[in-house]
C-alpha cells in the first residue's frame, strides 16, 4: 500500500515560470492538505481538498497559487509566476476522513528552489 | 485562533540522555494533539497522538501526555540514541476541524 506519493521531489524554477506540484494520496484516503515549510520554519497550512472541491483554502496566497484535486489524477498544486519568495518545501497530507483518529499521512515533499 | 508553541531548539543531547520538548497550545474546544518527526530530506511521520485530555500517548519510547490544566503536551524519551536526530514537530486538530496547526520544530541533535 503506497504512501503518499509526491513529484517531482525537487524542482528548480526561474522567476515568472510556473511550477505545478503533484500528490497522490493513499488509496482510500479522499482529504488532501497541502502544507508550506519555509526555511527554519515549521509547516503553514494552504488548502484542503476533497474530490472535484477546495473545502478551505484560507492558508492561500490571494494571488498566484491555486489548488485542485480533480475526479481523476492527482491533487496539483500551482503557482504561476513564482518569485523566489515561494522557494520552500511543499508537502501534501491525505487522510481517510476528518477524524483525528485517522491521523495525516504525509508524502516526502517537494522543494521548490526559484532562481 | 489555534496556536501551538514550542520550546526553542537547537537541543543537542549525548546517547542515552533524558529527553524533554516542551509544547504547549492554545485552542478553542478539545484539540487533539500529536507530535511528528521529519528526518532530513524527508516527510512528517506521525510519532504519537493523544485525543482527549489526560491520554498519554507513546511511541518507540517516546511519550506525551495531554495535559488540559496546562494546555501542554510534553514530549519526553528516557533515553536517545542517535538515530532520533530529527526535527520534532506538535500540532493540535481542532474537533470540529480539518487542518493541523504545527509548532515552529525543535531541532534534535544527538551525539554519540
Known amino acids: 500500500n503506497a504512501g503518499v506519493m509526491q513529484n517531482p521531489r525537487h524542482l528548480v524554477r526561474r522567476r515568472g515560470q510556473e511550477a505545478r506540484l503533484r500528490c497522490s494520496p493513499m488509496k482510500g484516503h479522499s482529504h488532501v492538505y497541502w502544507y508550506r515549510q519555509l526555511p527554519e520554519e515549521g509547516l503553514k497550512f494552504m488548502v484542503y481538498l476533497q474530490k472535484e472541491n477546495i473545502i478551505d483554502e484560507s492558508g492561500m496566497p490571494k494571488e498566484r497559487f491555486s489548488a485542485e484535486f480533480p475526479k481523476e489524477g492527482p491533487s496539483i498544486l500551482r503557482i504561476q509566476q513564482v518569485v523566489r519568495g515561494d522557494s520552500a518545501a511543499y508537502f501534501c497530507a491525505s487522510s481517510p476522513g476528518t477524524d483525528p483518529n485517522y491521523g495525516y499521512t504525509f508524502g516526502s515533499g517537494t522543494r521548490l528552489t526559484v532562481v | 485562533g489555534n496556536s501551538v508553541t514550542q520550546m526553542e531548539g537547537p537541543v543537542t543531547l549525548s546517547e542515552e540522555a533524558f529527553l524533554t520538548i516542551n509544547c504547549t497550545y492554545t485552542a478553542t474546544g478539545y484539540p487533539s494533539l500529536f507530535w511528528y518527526v521529519q528526518y532530513p530530506g524527508e516527510g512528517l511521520q506521525l510519532l504519537l497522538k493523544a485525543t482527549k485530555a489526560d491520554d498519554k500517548g507513546s511511541n518507540k519510547g517516546f511519550e506525551a501526555t495531554y495535559r488540559k490544566e496546562t494546555t501542554s503536551f510534553h514530549l519526553e524519551k528516557g533515553s536517545v540514541q542517535v538515530s532520533d536526530s530529527a526535527v520534532y514537530f506538535c500540532?493540535?486538530?481542532?474537533?470540529?476541524?480539518?487542518?493541523?496547526?504545527f509548532g515552529e520544530g525543535t531541532q534534535l541533535t544527538v551525539n554519540p
Open positions: 500540532a493540535l486538530k481542532e474537533t470540529s476541524g480539518s487542518r493541523l496547526t
